[in-house]
C-alpha cells in the first residue's frame, strides 16, 4: 500500500514539472499545443493526487503506516 502510494506521488511530481515546463514553453513559444497538453497534464495530475489520497486514506483506516 505504501509503495503504491510513492509510486503515486512520484509520478504526479513528474506530471506537475513536464506541465509547468509544457506550459512555460507553449507560451513563450505561441504553440497552442504544448499549452493544451499542459492543461491535460493538470487533469492527470489531478487524478493521480486523487489516487494518492485516497492510498493514503485506506492505509490510515488499515493502519497500514
Known amino acids: 500500500m505504501v509503495g503504491l502510494g510513492a509510486a503515486c506521488l512520484i509520478a504526479a511530481f513528474v506530471v506537475a514539472v513536464y506541465a509547468l515546463g509544457a ?10 499545443r504544448l499549452v493544451d497538453s499542459s492543461r491535460r ?6 487524478g493521480l493526487l486523487t489516487i494518492c489520497v485516497v492510498v493514503i ?7 497500514d503506516l
Not at 57 to 63: D, E, H, K, N, Y
Open 23 to 32: 506550459a512555460v514553453a507553449g507560451a513563450f513559444g505561441g504553440d497552442r
Open 41 to 46: 497534464a493538470v487533469y492527470g495530475l489531478c
Open 57 to 63: 486514506q485506506a492505509a490510515f483506516a488499515r493502519t
